[in-house]
């Protein structure tokens, strides 16, 4: 596919050429891969989820947006809302760039509620004649009526001393009277790390400095920054780039997880933390952002997607979408994620299996599809190895798989359809021993998401077969297994 010049990836979307984005969107309507239940763009690229949170009795999630094609290019802020967390409305353009201190794009950041409107801090990206970065960290408000004003003057103005221009998409919290904020930074000696703001109104911020953790050399460049506490921990969650791979860790072009320990210490911003764990085994999650929900839960949403890899949709005139919405909870020093329980909202046509699989891969006949909802329980495990095919056909298949020998979950994607970009590989695996065997899985048109265990691991991924692979298969090699399952079109 032929890349964009840079003049024709920094235009804005009134510079479109005459009927531009209509030929697109008639072209991205043709995709056999476009999805069914999940956030994707009506054009172009879709990344980082920015701005999650609850106002006016709603969900109001943003991403960011480049409407010309599938690559990086001038982003703004598009809306979409929900009531429930599971059926979403896309709303349209929410923060466009354009002013001088976002001339370049309108990039990643968070939302907070303030005296009955939706305050939006994000980072404008800017280019000098040089090509050089500058960023500045800038505001907007929302009302109730969905009015969006960006604010004349960027809230932050400068990067501090000791920080290269990579240095963006802040996450905001209140706690007690004040507002904190998290920032991504690279130092000037090009490691990454996350630098902490403070200020009473959100408009005057005052730097902190750095959050003191015991990652000095751990990467490049942070990005995508979120704190929160619960059950008496404080959790940063960050996307790191630059992490070489270790065995079965890292294995992705870049990585997001997250770092448990003590609540933060705001006057010394020392957080003493447990390692830094991934979020996600799979291939395609990156950029995580959460929000609180009026019942007091932390729901987590990510890009399904990584930047820097080509996909098979790039040719179709488009890439990317978020995660489904998922919960998040601490257990043993460690977050579980579990998908938010309004997706059962989405549940249309059920149907049950109870069947015992002896050294064999049965498939059954009316049991199959492109997008639903499945829930497996494997119990009574004496075989080397029990899964499940799906997505599958002759020639076509994915397969999540427990070797009980090695006690390790394998996501296998190399058979699931179109090649994607050779840089992440076609297998995942992660050690996992555990007696009985639970798959909740989240099948779309070219997507999946697996919850292992009531979310003890996640495997998230893009898979892209043809419109024909909808067999679902059951199989034990070595031994038998008996396999419990129902699924729920979508």
Not at 108 to 115: A, C, F
Not at 170 to 181: A, G, I, Q, T
Not at 409 to 415: A, E, G, K, N, P
Not at 429 to 449: G, L, P, Y
């Amino acid at each position: 596919m032929e890349k964009m010049t840079r003049e024709e990836k920094y235009r804005y979307i009134e510079q479109a050429l005459p009927e531009e984005l209509e030929r697109l969107k008639e072209k991205v309507s043709k995709s056999p891969w476009r999805q069914k239940y999940h956030i994707q763009p009506q054009t172009g690229l879709l990344n980082d989820p920015n701005g999650f949170s609850y106002y006016n009795e709603a969900y109001h999630l943003f991403y960011q947006w480049f409407p010309f094609g599938p690559e990086h290019g001038m982003k703004y802020w598009f809306h979409t809302t929900s009531k429930d967390l599971a059926h979403w409305e896309e709303v349209g353009i929410a923060i466009k760039p354009g002013g001088p201190y976002d001339s370049h794009g309108a990039y990643s950041g968070s939302g907070i509620v303030k005296n009955n409107k939706l305050y939006l801090m994000y980072t404008g990206n800017t280019r000098d004649h040089s090509w050089v970065r500058h960023p500045f960290q800038c505001l907007a408000e929302m009302d109730k009526n969905g009015l969006i004003t960006k604010f004349d003057k960027p809230v932050i103005f400068e990067t501090p001393p000791g920080y290269t221009d990579h240095f963006r998409d802040p996450k905001v919290w209140k706690s007690d009277e004040e507002y904190f904020c998290v920032i991504g930074a690279q130092r000037d000696n090009k490691t990454g790390c996350i630098v902490l703001y403070q200020s009473k109104d959100l408009l005057q911020w005052n730097f902190r400095g750095e959050i003191l953790t015991d990652l000095n050399e751990f990467g490049y460049m942070w990005e995508c920054p979120d704190y929160f506490e619960m059950d008496d921990h404080g959790v940063l969650l960050f996307s790191p780039q630059g992490i070489e791979q270790e065995n079965e860790r890292y294995n992705n072009i870049y990585q997001s997880g997250y770092l448990i320990g003590k609540p933060l210490n705001m006057e010394s911003r020392a957080f003493e933390h447990q390692p830094f764990q991934e979020l996600d085994k799979g291939f395609d999650f990156y950029a995580q952002q959460t929000t609180e929900t009026p019942d007091g839960r932390r729901i987590l949403v990510g890009w399904m997607g990584l930047p820097d890899l080509e996909y098979p949709t790039d040719k179709e005139g488009w890439a990317h979408c978020l995660t489904l919405p998922r919960q998040i909870n601490i257990k043993d020093d460690k977050l579980i994620q579990r998908p938010v329980s309004e997706l059962a909202l989405l549940r249309k046509k059920e149907k049950n299996i109870n069947i015992s699989v002896d050294n064999e891969t049965k498939q059954l006949e009316d049991f199959y599809g492109t997008a639903y909802e499945l829930i497996c329980d494997i119990e009574d495990i004496k075989a080397d190895r029990v899964g499940i095919e799906f997505r599958a056909s002759n020639t076509e298949k994915t397969v999540l798989a427990y070797d009980s020998v090695s006690n390790k979950i394998i996501l296998d994607r190399s058979l699931s359809g179109q090649p994607l970009g050779k840089k992440n590989g076609s297998i995942r695996r992660c050690s996992f021993d555990a007696q009985t065997f639970k798959i909740h899985m989240f099948v779309d048109v070219s997507s999946v998401e697996i919850f292992i265990n009531d979310g003890e691991e996640v495997f998230t991924s893009r898979i892209f077969p043809s419109q024909n692979s909808k067999a679902i298969r059951f199989f034990a090699q070595k031994g038998t297994a008996k396999f419990k399952a129902v699924k729920w079109d979508y």
